[in-house]
């Protein structure tokens, strides 16, 4: 099964810029990257997604290798509130059913 | 607003009882989710939906079921709780297509312990 490899946690200071990184080697040619982030006690909430070419949108930025095998989420300019587990995530079809392979997520600690 | 809501937002159940939990949704759309969370993991995917009647297995779907009967619900069903599906169970929708790159909108949770 096509899966994520994530860092379990990163620390970054308040207003600087942040680089989660995610591995997914096994990833095949259709298959959408997606990141969500988990506040404590919260449902996820949908950050970006892209399929070859880099996205921005007004949360974040991701950046995805030529290769595939590889994708950054990008925060610019991190906040207190940015503090959160954040999801690398394939979607995947295999076998007729719909699955989204989440990986076990990097615990990101902003440091006021 | 269009929301998502879960019900109850806490349960305790005994072994071997039936147990449904809702999920309702006001975004009208077509695609649902249920997800079970365990304890410093990540979500799993149980059942989902495109639409009205119908329904899949996702990638941990035993002891679980699900039914579609209108847009807005997909309560899940838990046939005959067991301890091992003490967790926390999110519901998510998303719009029409196959879902595959829609972004998904999740309920609060419903956290569910099976004594």
């Known amino acids: 099964d096509a899966k994520t490899t994530q860092p379990n946690s990163m620390e970054s200071n308040e207003e600087e810029p942040v680089h989660l990184p995610c591995n997914h080697s096994?990833?095949?040619?259709?298959?959408?990257i997606h990141w969500y982030r988990q506040l404590p006690s919260q449902g996820p909430e949908y950050v970006i997604h892209g399929l070859t070419s880099n996205v921005n949108n007004r949360m974040a930025s991701l950046a995805i290798a030529e290769d595939r095998k590889s994708s950054t989420l990008i925060l610019h300019r991190a906040t207190l509130r940015d503090a959160a587990v954040y999801y690398c995530?394939?979607?995947?079809?295999?076998?007729?059913?719909?699955?989204?392979?989440w990986g076990a997520g990097t615990k990101l600690i902003i440091k006021p | 607003d269009a929301e998502i809501t879960q019900s109850p937002r806490h349960k305790i159940t005994e072994t071997g009882r039936q147990v449904t939990l809702a999920c309702h949704q006001t975004w009208n759309h077509n695609n649902m989710f249920w997800y079970r969370q365990d304890l410093g993991h990540g979500l799993r995917l149980i059942h989902y939906s495109y639409g009205v009647q119908d329904t899949n297995k996702g990638e941990v779907s035993d002891g679980y079921s699900v039914s579609r009967s209108n847009t807005e619900d997909l309560p899940l069903t838990l046939e005959s709780a067991a301890s091992s599906q003490t967790s926390v169970y999110f519901c998510a929708s998303s719009d029409r297509g196959r879902g595959r790159a829609n972004e998904q909108f999740f309920g609060p949770g419903t956290r569910l312990t099976v004594l």
């Open positions: 995530i394939l979607s995947h079809l295999e076998d007729s059913n719909y699955q989204l392979i």
């Open positions: 096994t990833i095949s040619g259709t298959d959408y």
